[in-house]
């Protein structure tokens, strides 16, 4: 079955570094979603990325699907103690509603 | 507005009894998916619902596991004989269609 790997898992950055996740697909994608998940808190959606080499920017955060739709990345510039928390990529294929959730980045940011 | 809630937000059960988890998703949404969600792990994906209709249930891990939605708006996740591998967040989800997905708080479910 469709399988999508997150890398890193943890990651530890100084307030003001940037900090970037990456995810990949054993499947083409039809989409991609971003969701964000504070410490205790449930799932949040950031935002969903369709087209082959989309690039959309939410203020700092920055979210790249590949062009062979089979992986994608978000960027964060500058990091803030607020962006604290666990980023999870989530795919899915062909014409299922079945969403496929990475194992997730944690971010920790010191500052 | 409201979003989606879940019913109890925590539940401690003795191995082998059954529980029964509550989902209300946001009103008019057609989509309604449970999860599960290990301790360091992401949400895994037990079911999904379009309306009264279970779409797919290929996440359920064994036939103890069973969903319903008999109205398309509330579901219930029920698991019959827990047992401690069962201990878990249990969360759902609801979509209007194809985009995000709206999660309640879960329910922590820890089997003793």
């Known amino acids: 079955g469709q399988q999508v790997m997150q890398i890193p898992q943890y990651q530890h950055v100084q307030e003001g570094e940037d900090f970037t996740t990456y995810c990949n697909s054993s499947t083409t994608l039809s989409n991609i979603q971003w969701y964000k998940q504070r410490p205790g808190g449930h799932p949040v959606f950031l935002i969903q990325?369709?087209?082959?080499?989309e690039v959309k920017k939410q203020k700092r955060l920055t979210f790249q699907f590949g062009e062979a739709k089979k992986n994608s990345s978000l960027h964060i510039t500058a990091t803030q103690t607020t962006d604290v928390g666990t980023y999870f990529c989530?795919?899915?294929?062909?014409?299922?509603?079945?969403?496929?959730f990475g194992i997730g980045t944690k971010l920790q940011v010191i500052p | 507005g409201a979003g989606v809630s879940q019913s109890p937000r925590y539940k401690v059960a003795k191995r082998g009894q059954d529980v029964a988890l509550r989902c209300d998703p946001i009103s008019g949404h057609v989509s309604l998916f449970w999860y599960q969600q290990a301790l360091g792990q992401g949400p895994e994906f037990l079911t999904y619902f379009q309306n009264e209709a279970q779409l797919d249930k290929s996440g359920l891990p064994s036939d103890r596991f069973f969903a319903e939605r008999p109205e398309g708006s509330v579901s219930t996740l029920k698991i019959q004989r827990t047992q401690q591998e069962d201990s878990a967040v249990y969360l759902c989800?609801?979509?209007?269609?194809?985009?995000?997905?709206?999660f309640g708080p879960g329910t922590r479910l820890t089997v003793t």
């Open positions: 989530a795919g899915r294929s062909g014409g299922y509603q079945k969403v496929t």
């Open positions: 989800a609801s979509s209007s269609g194809r985009d995000e997905q709206y």
């Open positions: 990325l369709v087209k082959s080499g």
